[in-house]
């Protein structure tokens, strides 16, 4: 499985961002792909989750009302639409993928492919 995300950048609070994760390599056409984020000295968060078959999306608390995750019509890339930013939304952001996950339950622990990460930073 090969991820790629980007997009990230420097925005103002208040401001909009959407990331990109070129995805491929998925061994079956179900397969999950979700969004992650990391703070300098705080753990992975998980935000979204998006399935391949149905469209189907979960979000975490912290990305709820705000970020909006999205596939287009390929399913190769899945977008995250982030509005309303915050300086604490500032971190790298990562997209995952795993196959014949569904996105419910804990599903932000069941990704197992990682791409490389795009910074997101929010100034106040």
């Known amino acids: 499985v090969q991820l790629q995300a980007s997009g990230g950048g420097l925005v103002q609070a208040g401001g909009s961002l959407r990331l990109s994760c070129a995805a491929s390599?998925?061994?079956?056409?179900?397969?999950?792909i979700g969004w992650f984020r990391q703070a300098p000295g705080k753990e992975r968060e998980g935000l979204s989750c998006?399935?391949?078959?149905?469209?189907?999306?979960a979000y975490r608390k912290s990305a709820l009302g705000r970020f909006t995750t999205s596939s287009d019509n390929a399913k190769t890339t899945v977008y995250l639409e982030m509005n309303s930013l915050k300086p604490e939304d500032t971190a790298v952001y990562y997209c995952?993928?795993?196959?014949?996950?569904?996105?419910?339950?804990?599903?932000?622990?069941?990704?197992?492919?990682w791409g490389q990460g795009t910074q997101v930073t929010v100034s106040s």
């Open positions: 998006i399935s391949s078959t149905d469209g189907r999306t």
């Open positions: 390599g998925f061994a079956f056409d179900d397969y999950a």
């Open positions: 995952a993928g795993e196959d014949l996950l569904l996105c419910e339950g804990n599903w932000w622990s069941g990704f197992s492919s």
